[in-house]
């Protein structure tokens, strides 16, 4: 057995420090007052207790969990998800739940998995009013269309290269000049130098209701015994078996997870401390570079003083230039903002975002929240006549870790020289918008199915450059 330290920051099992937290602007972290949340009922808790799965998951997040979902829809399989805290308490829960294309760039490597995994979310929605459910009501979803804003010549010239390149690949994409952005988005301040593309297609999603809604359907196949949850249980070690090298069990703190097909490791920015740890004690080196890069979101309560008819995110975004003169920042930060603002189906105004690498930090840092509201002000005018502080009681802010790859892809596949292991992080900010297509991709890979999408570019080693 090897002791998994990384991937336990809190060395204290009975304390239960979540990597992304809800903060209201004029008092403490809201998580500081919290108990540790309730066992689920359809987890599985017997002091020092062994169970044997075919599959055990590590990270119930949208990842983790649309793993097992796939698992459980196309095969017979038996899945076991063990997680330190419970869903959405990590990157998942602290985004603002986009569906978008409108950022992602065709012919680049997580193309074809950001619009196979769209696909997927887009059938899911149409399954569920087929069903004579409403995907409002269960996921949160919304298709609002995203606006991609430039403010330069320049920018306006790499938006109409995109609306082409997105075209070229069968999508309704749109080039607006100033006059018809200011038609569809009355608010936003434009003038002769505005533009925007338009993607109607793109949607978003509630990662609260979308998560509960995963769970509910995985624990349908819970009374079969093909499915378990053991939550608020973190990861001690693996145990590698004698035999042939692999990894047989996971061994949390209160039991000892058999696997008999496949360990799925998806524990977002926690992975690469993980692996590490895993294969240093065993005397072999893998290095997997991700890396938390912490976010603010901003979230403003039933929030109706702005009218946004779309999602809507500035062209800087896809760059993330870097900022300073912060009083909190530093050059190795590499603290960048950029305007990101979204309706949700709540009537929520959700306002982003900030990037930054400092470590597992999840502190509120209000000097950065500041720049993000003067930021979001910069291209809606009406923000500024309001002051952050005369909404206290309506803004939360929410704070994650998303899970950074040097090279902006996630990595997805087998651990070179553990045939029964997989990753399945470094999605970033994208995880939510990923995750069907990566739960898909992981299970062909381990059933030994043909792949929708290539996976190459996925490859562990490939992550290891």
């Known amino acids: 057995m090897t002791s998994l330290s990384a991937f336990l920051p809190n060395p204290n099992p009975n304390l239960n420090l979540l990597h992304s937290h809800n903060f209201s602007l004029s008092s403490v972290p809201s998580w500081k007052h919290k108990s ?27 990842i983790g969990l649309t793993i097992a979902r796939h698992f459980l829809l196309s095969s017979d399989l038996s899945v076991a998800i063990v997680d330190k805290a419970i869903p959405c308490s990590g990157a998942t829960g602290a985004g603002q739940g986009h569906l978008w294309m409108i950022n992602k760039t065709p012919g680049t490597a997580t193309w074809d ?58 999508l309704n994409a749109e080039y607006l000049s100033s006059s018809d952005l200011l038609k569809e988005e009355p608010d936003l301040l434009v003038d002769q130098n505005s533009a925007a593309a338009f993607l109607p ?11 509960e809604y995963i769970e509910k359907a995985n624990r349908n196949f819970a009374s079969e015994g093909r499915y378990a949850e ?3 249980d973190p990861v001690k070690c693996f145990i590698r078996s004698d035999g042939n090298g692999e990894v047989k069990a996971v061994q949390t703190f209160k039991n000892t997870l058999h696997s008999k097909k496949a360990v799925i490791v998806a524990a977002g920015c926690w992975t690469g401390g993980l692996i590490q740890d895993l294969f240093k004690n065993w005397g072999m080196e893998l290095h997997v570079p991700v890396r938390p890069r912490k976010g ?40 960048s903002v950029s305007m990101v603002a979204s309706i949700d189906t709540a009537g929520n105004l959700l306002l982003g975002s900030s990037r930054e690498f400092v470590g597992f930090n999840t502190d509120l840092d209000k000097s950065v929240v500041s720049y993000m509201w003067r930021r979001v002000g910069e291209f809606f005018p009406k923000l500024k006549t309001i002051s952050l502080s005369d909404l206290n009681a309506s803004t939360k802010v929410r704070i994650g870790l998303r899970p950074y790859m040097p090279d902006g892809k996630p990595v997805i596949g087998p651990v070179p020289g553990l045939s029964n292991v ?35 570019p996925f490859a562990v080693q490939q992550a290891l450059g």
């Open 422 to 456: 997989y990753l399945a992080a470094g999605h970033e900010g994208s995880g939510l918008s990923l995750a069907l297509g990566t739960a898909e991709m992981i299970v062909e890979m381990v059933l030994g199915h043909q792949g929708k999408v290539d996976t190459t």
């Open 113 to 170: 998995l950001a619009w196979r995994s769209h696909q997927l979310w887009t059938t899911l929605a149409q399954s569920l009013e087929e069903q004579g459910l409403d995907p409002t009501v269960e996921l949160g979803w919304k298709k609002s269309g995203s606006l991609l804003i430039g403010r330069s010549d320049a920018e306006s010239d790499m938006l109409k290269e995109r609306v082409k390149q997105l075209c070229e690949t069968g």
């Open 201 to 211: 297609v793109d949607c978003q999603l509630d990662a609260h209701r979308t998560v």
């Open 36 to 62: 540790t949340p309730s066992k689920s009922p359809f987890s599985v808790s017997c002091s020092s207790s062994s169970h044997t799965y075919d599959v055990v998951i590590v990270g119930a997040g949208v």
């Open 230 to 232: 053991f939550y608020n």
């Open 296 to 335: 603010h979101l901003l979230v403003l309560q039933n929030f109706n003083f702005l009218a946004l008819n779309h999602g809507v995110m500035e062209a800087d975004y896809l760059s993330h230039p870097t900022i300073s003169g912060l009083e909190s920042s530093d050059c190795e930060k590499d603290l």
